[in-house]
T-cell receptor, first 113, second 109 residues
Framework: KAGVTQTPRYLIKTRGQQVTLSCSPI?????VSWYQQTPGQGLQFLFE???????NKGNFPGRFSGRQFSNSRSEMNVSTLELGDSALYLC????????????FGPGTRLTVT | GQQLNQSPQSMFIQEGEDVSMNCTSS?????WLWYKQDPGEGPVLLIA?????ELTSNGRLTAQFGITRKDSFLNISASIPSDVGIYFC?????????FGKGTKLSVKP
């Protein structure tokens, strides 16, 4: 089975721009979660989608949004980028009911200048 | 809110040594998971624990779900160079997952 894929792997953007990141989960996984990872804050939960519906949301401003498509692929969008948004953005997929057994993608490294 | 205290923050290992790390919390969890992250990659699930007192092994790795449900530990026996990386504990409760800050394992110079 192919693992979780994320595109792009690296991205450089300028303050004020917006960005869209993509995640394709493992086949058969309907739950997709997004995380932001920074050296100072560690792994922080952004949101979780299941069957095209946002099921959980972390404590991030409204500039961070996401969606899930009928094939379980997910995108996250960050508008009006700030320097502090520079981070590794990780996507994880799981089978419903597996109580946290998430499978992570390699991440998208976003640098905001 | 719920928080996990993972220790140590970092440690140096020499090949062949045993390694121990743990996570504690003031909150009760129903699930404990341990992940490892290599540089430039996403975390990989090592061990999942679902019952208080459960002791589970995965090769040279052993993890336990604390009897109070507020802690968990991970042991690595006979460490090898490829064990270096960052190890995360994760506590799960009512659909929420809380991540520890990680333990960074490096090779002793």
């Amino acid at each position: 089975k192919a693992g979780v894929t994320q595109t792009p792997r690296y991205l450089i953007k300028t303050r004020g721009q917006q960005v869209t990141l993509s995640c394709s989960p493992i086949s058969g996984h309907r739950s997709v979660s997004w995380y932001q990872q920074t050296p100072g804050q560690g792994l922080q939960f952004l949101f979780e989608y299941f069957s095209e519906t946002q099921r959980n949301k972390g404590n991030f401003p409204g500039r961070f949004s996401g969606r899930q498509f009928s094939n379980s692929r997910s995108e996250m969008n960050v508008s009006t980028l700030e320097l502090g948004d520079s981070a590794l953005y990780l996507c994880a997929s799981s089978v419903e009911g597996q109580r946290g057994e998430q499978y992570f993608g390699p991440g998208t490294r976003l640098t905001v200048t | 809110g719920q928080q996990l205290n993972q220790s140590p923050q970092s440690m140096f290992i020499q090949e062949g040594e045993d390694v121990s790390m743990n996570c504690t919390s003031s909150s009760i969890f129903n699930t404990w998971l341990w992940y490892k992250q290599d540089p430039g990659e996403g975390p990989v699930l090592l061990i999942a624990l679902y019952k208080a007192g459960e002791l589970t092994s995965n090769g040279r790795l052993t993890a336990q779900f604390g009897i109070t449900r507020k802690d968990s530990f991970l042991n690595i026996s006979a460490s090898i160079p490829s064990d270096v990386g960052i190890y995360f504990c994760v506590g799960g409760s009512q659909g929420n997952l809380i991540f520890g800050k990680g333990t960074k394992l490096s090779v002793k110079p």
